[in-house]
Each structure stands twice: as C-alpha cells, then as structure tokens.
C-alpha cells in the first residue's frame, strides 16, 4: 500500500470515529457564536437599580446595637440594603446577615424575602412563580448553599437564585442558558458537570481530530489532482528529453 493509501485510510477511519464529536464541537461552536454571553447571563433583564447607600450615622447606629445584642467580633463586615432596609453582612465560617435597624438576624433569609430580593432584580413587575429551597448543588447552580430558587412565568423560563445566609442573588437562569450549559457539557465532553474541560478524553478527542485534519491536508493535493498533474508534466519533461537525446545530430 502506499502512503497516501495509509494516509487514506487513517483520515476516513479517524473521521468515521470522530464524526459525532466533531459535529457537536462545530454545532455548539456556531451556537456559542450566535448568542451573545450577556443575553446568556440574563443580562438584559436585570432591573438597572439605583444606588442605595446607607448613610454613615445609620450604618454606625446599627452598629452600636449588634455590640449591644451581644456580637462581639467579626472577620469583616458589609454594609449594604436588603429589601430596602439597612443590613450587616457579618463574615465569618457562614456568613450571618442582620438588620440594622432592629439587630434582628435574618438569615437564613425566609421564602417571601428572598422572592422580593429576586423580584427586585428581575426588569419589569412580574411576580415570582415559584419559590423553591435549593440544599445541593447541580449542574445549573453551583453557587452558595442553602439558596433559594425563585421561578418567573417570563417566556423564558427565568430562574433567579438568592443565596439564604446573604440575601444575594448568586445565578440567573433560563432557557437559553440551559442550551448553552447543555451544549458547553458537549463540547468539553464533561456531561455531567459541564465544568471539566481538562480532562483525558478531551486531551484523546482533540488530538484524533487534529490528526484527522492533518491527514486531510496531506492528502489535499492528490484530491485535488494536483500529484497527478505534477506527475503528468514530470512524465511529458523527461519524454522531451528522451526525443531530444534521441535525435541525431544535425
């Protein structure tokens, strides 16, 4: 057999392997082309919130009255709203979340906060579906735990995740998101996390297929018709010469 013969047959049996994977890896490389990753983070429909800052004298009042209640130290501390009102955010092993103006702990945050807090964030006046506790995380929410999962009837299947010790909303999900997860798990062969793109089998896969192209390029000019033209004018060039030294001399 000759070489473009081994050639041949490495290039039409790797493809004939590689097939699926290959077409998975253009199809979801179209789709992630398509859609801007703003759109995909729902982006768009977050509320544009005006800042809300809590003036000094409050912040330093509340304060005071956490020292009251009994907290003694903190590794940090953020000062920011909650549904409007003042709060604390006391760092530490888990975050604890208080009210300033009361010293009241809030978290973890109760299923109506945490409806509020996602439906602030959601543009527009829709009101949240659905409010469902989230104690695992999975391939859509891999973010703080507990959280709650707030579901919106939008057209898009909008779900907004608020972590319950900070009151924070962690994830925004929807449909388009989830096509995206689905075929980001193809296109890195992670398909159950959709989150490992170092692995072995992408290192094996992407190897095949770059071997796969290399041998379609070496193989290029004999599809082409190019090797046998070359070999054509090699045979008419030494044809030429063959006559010329045959003729006799004039």
């Known amino acids: ?36 990753i703003e759109r995909v983070r729902s982006e768009h429909a977050m509320a544009a919130a005006a800042p809300a800052p809590v003036p000094l004298a409050e912040a330093e009042a509340g304060l005071a009255r956490l020292r009251t209640a009994g907290l003694g ?15 604390a955010l006391v760092g530490g092993q888990r975050p604890v979340l208080y009210d300033l103006a009361t010293a009241r702990r809030l978290s973890p945050i109760p299923l109506t906060l945490a409806a509020r807090i996602a439906e602030a964030d959601h543009a527009g006046d829709l009101r949240a579906a659905r409010v469902t506790r989230i104690a695992e995380n999975d391939s859509e929410y891999r973010g703080a735990l507990p959280a709650w999962r707030v579901d919106f009837e939008d057209g898009e299947g909008r779900a907004i995740y608020v972590a319950a010790d900070t009151g924070a909303v962690t994830a925004r999900r929807s449909t388009l998101w989830r096509a995206y997860d689905f075929l ?34 070496i193989m290029m000019p004999s599809r082409l018709g190019l090797t046998a033209w070359l070999r054509r004018r090699k045979a008419r060039r030494l044809s030429g010469l063959r006559t010329r030294a045959a003729a006799p001399p004039g």
Do not use: C, Y
């Not at 130290?73 to 709060?87: F, H, K, L, N």
């Not at 890195?188 to 071997?211: E, P, Y």
């Open 1 to 36: 057999m000759t070489s473009g013969g081994i050639w041949a047959k490495v290039h039409k049996w790797l493809a004939l392997v590689m097939a699926i994977q290959i077409l998975f890896w253009f199809a979801s490389g179209l789709f992630f082309a398509w859609f801007p």
């Open 73 to 87: 130290q903190a590794a940090t501390i953020e000062i920011r709203r909650v549904d409007g009102r003042p709060a």
């Open 184 to 217: 980001w798990g193809l296109h890195i062969m992670d398909w159950r996390g959709h989150a490992n793109f170092n692995s072995w089998l992408l290192v094996i896969a992407t190897g095949l297929g770059l071997v796969v192209i290399v041998t379609g390029i």
